[in-house]
């Protein structure tokens, strides 16, 4: 069974810029979570989507927003990119919730984002 | 509020002698712990977890963690360590009943192991 994948994998951007980022969980998986990893602030959890629903959210600004598709593909945006915005986001699946059921999560292996 | 803490930022052992990887934590409500581990350029991979049951875990290759309420304490423990162990590890807190975010992971330890 393939594993999470994430596209793409390195992207570089300028500030005021906006970047989407996709996001595909293992097959049956119907939980994504997002997550950014930062030197300074270490692995922050953003989001998590369950059937198209956001579920859980992190402590954000609206800049971030994700959404998530009927085959349960997700995708984030951050909009007005800042410097401070560099990072690796990590996308995890899990079959049902990873907050409610605490069920397993597999991680993908991250975009590595940078803002110039 | 729940809030997660790695005590040591790097540990060293020898291999072949026993790992402790310390985490405490704070939760008003019942919390479910991890630890996942972070090999370099590798993503997360979740070696045990805690979710109100045995509060003994035993997780894969050969890590166990001890849940201890009295201590807030969900250390994580290695009897040999092997040089394959070498790693940043997580220990994370969960909760569906905070206010805020849900999912908290601590700072990090990063293993080095001497051969």
């Known amino acids: 069974k393939a594993g999470v994948t994430q596209t793409p994998r390195y992207l570089i951007k300028t500030r005021g810029q906006q970047v989407t980022l996709s996001c595909s969980p293992i097959s049956g998986h119907r939980s994504v979570s997002w997550y950014q990893q930062t030197p300074g602030q270490g692995l922050q959890f953003l989001f998590e989507?369950?059937?198209?629903?956001?579920?859980n959210k992190g402590n954000f600004p609206g800049r971030f927003s994700g959404r998530q598709f009927s085959n349960s593909r997700s995708e984030m945006n951050v909009s007005t990119l800042e410097l401070g915005d560099s990072a690796l986001y990590l996308c995890a699946s899990s079959v049902a919730g990873v907050v409610r059921d605490q069920e397993t999560q597999y991680f993908g292996p991250g975009t590595r984002l940078l803002v110039l | 509020a729940q809030s997660v803490t790695q005590l040591d930022s790097h540990v060293s052992v020898s291999e072949g002698t026993p790992v402790l990887l310390r985490c405490n934590y704070s939760s008003s409500y019942s919390p479910s712990l991890f630890w996942y581990v972070q090999h370099p350029n590798k993503g997360l991979q979740l070696l045990l977890k805690?979710?109100?049951?045995?509060?003994l875990v035993k997780g894969i290759n050969g890590f166990e963690a001890e849940f201890k309420k009295s201590e807030t304490s969900f250390h994580l423990t290695k009897p040999s360590a092997h040089m394959s162990d070498a790693a940043e590890y997580f220990c994370?807190?969960?909760?569906?009943?905070?206010?805020?975010?849900?999912?908290?992971f601590g700072s990090g330890t990063r293993l080095s192991i001497r051969p």
């Open positions: 805690y979710t109100s049951a045995a509060t």
């Open positions: 994370v807190v969960s909760s569906l009943y905070s206010s805020a975010s849900k999912i908290i």
């Open positions: 989507y369950f059937s198209e629903t956001q579920r």
